[in-house]
């Protein structure tokens, strides 16, 4: 069975507060946590990593790399009761892998 291994971005920017969900965003770490399909951390690894969302995509950036992974948002759960300080976003997205895998951001 394949495996799809995301980036799991950590020590995000402060740009992280994504409480106005009809506003772009992009996060960037300093540390890239790389997982298995299970949710384990496979390896860490010290990058500069970058996750841009906009309507209508999620677009992963990891570390120096001339990769990318582009993802199509399906449907976004948006539930802020104060704005930038509490509540959370939830973005379903289908990543253009050779697999298309649906992702879950939260």
């Given at each position: 069975?394949?495996?799809?291994?995301?980036?799991?971005?950590?020590?995000?920017?402060?740009?992280?507060?994504?409480?106005?969900?009809?506003?772009?965003?992009?996060?960037?770490?300093?540390?890239?946590?790389?997982?298995?399909?299970?949710?384990?951390?496979q390896?860490v690894?010290?990058?500069?990593?970058?996750?841009?969302?906009?309507?209508?995509?999620?677009?992963?950036?990891?570390?120096?790399?001339?990769?990318?992974?582009?993802?199509?948002?399906?449907?976004?759960?948006?539930?802020?009761?104060?704005?930038?300080q509490?509540?959370?976003?939830?973005?379903?997205?289908?990543?253009?892998?050779?697999?298309?895998?649906?992702?879950?951001?939260?």
């Amino acid at each position: 069975m394949k495996r799809l291994i995301l980036p799991l971005l950590v020590v995000f920017s402060p740009a992280l507060s994504f409480g106005q969900c009809e506003k772009d965003v992009l996060l960037t770490s300093s540390k890239t946590e790389y997982l298995d399909g299970a949710g384990v951390v496979q390896r860490v690894v010290d990058e500069q990593s970058t996750i841009e969302i906009n309507k209508s995509q999620v677009i992963i950036k990891p570390g120096n790399a001339d990769r990318k992974m582009v993802g199509t948002i399906e449907s976004t759960t948006c539930n802020w009761s104060t704005a930038y300080q509490e509540g959370k976003t939830v973005i379903k997205a289908v990543f253009d892998e050779p697999s298309g895998k649906n992702v879950t951001l939260r």
